[in-house]
């Protein structure tokens, strides 16, 4: 498989928005709902799979693999985007507007990552 720019322009995505959870938990604390236990822990799990998704995406050995891991994490994170319309304190100032364009931004996101499973 020939890695293109744009695989490339996604893993570095991934892997700035990965070390971000890191650098600034607290952002990502605010959006996870309530009903899922162990906020920090879920912060630092999908953090650290972003990070590490985002280096599997660059090995042409990897990367189909990485794309699927990729899908799955927007579908594991999509409650928090659902979280973030519905709740004022989650919304982070954003506009009402803005939080909703980011729901079907996922799944342009899903369909990026797919362009890269076969």
Do not use: D
């Not at 990729?70 to 985007?81: G, Y």
């Amino acid at each position: 498989m020939n890695l293109s720019w744009h695989l490339y322009c996604m893993a570095a995505i991934y892997f700035i928005a990965g070390c971000n959870h890191f650098r600034n938990p607290r952002l990502y604390l605010k959006i996870i709902p309530p009903f899922f236990s162990k906020p920090k822990l879920l912060n630092y799990i999908s953090g650290l799979s972003e990070i590490v998704l985002a280096i599997l995406l660059c090995i042409p050995q990897t990367s189909i693999m990485a794309a699927w891991g990729i899908i799955l994490l927007l579908l594991a994170v999509f409650p928090a985007n659902l979280y973030m319309f519905q709740n004022e304190r989650a919304g982070l100032g954003l506009p009402k507007w803005v939080l909703f364009i980011r729901l079907p931004l996922q799944f342009i996101l899903i369909f990026w990552a797919y362009q890269y499973t076969n």
